[in-house]
């Protein structure tokens, strides 16, 4: 089992900038991907993005592509994710999640989630 850590949400103003991160322990030689989802009261758990730990390419959904980066740092089993011009639409609890497959959009593709981190932008 890993277990997820995630870290760094607050309260910025629109146009604003955070960076999460996502410190992973446990069982973490199983990792494949790892990913970052967020949802807002009342909706759906919706992707933000997630990146393969082989080859390191990161995946955005359209909403976030362009101001949102995804990156890795093997050695220290964390990922990280710098948003830029933030939008209150963006506001959400972001979870981070582990996936022992090459897991893409979907969330149950993934295996362990962290508790999450809230993220509140102000207009």
């Known amino acids: 089992q890993v277990q997820p850590v995630e870290s760094g949400g607050g309260l910025v103003q629109a146009g604003g900038s955070l960076r999460l991160s996502c410190a992973a322990t446990?069982?973490?030689?199983?990792?494949?991907?790892m990913g970052w989802f967020r949802q807002a009261p009342g909706k759906e758990r919706e992707f933000v993005s997630r990146i393969s730990w082989s080859d390191g390419n990161p995946i955005y959904a359209d909403s976030v592509k362009g101001r949102f980066t995804m990156s890795r740092d093997n050695a220290k089993n964390t990922v990280y994710l710098q948003m830029n011009s933030l939008k209150p639409e963006d506001t959400a609890i972001y979870y981070c999640?582990?996936?022992?497959?090459?897991?893409?959009?979907?969330?149950?593709?993934?295996?362990?989630w962290g508790q999450g981190t809230q993220v509140t932008v102000s207009s």
């Open positions: 999640a582990a996936s022992k497959f090459m897991a893409h959009f979907r969330d149950y593709e993934y295996d362990d």
């Open positions: 446990g069982r973490t030689f199983s990792i494949n991907v």
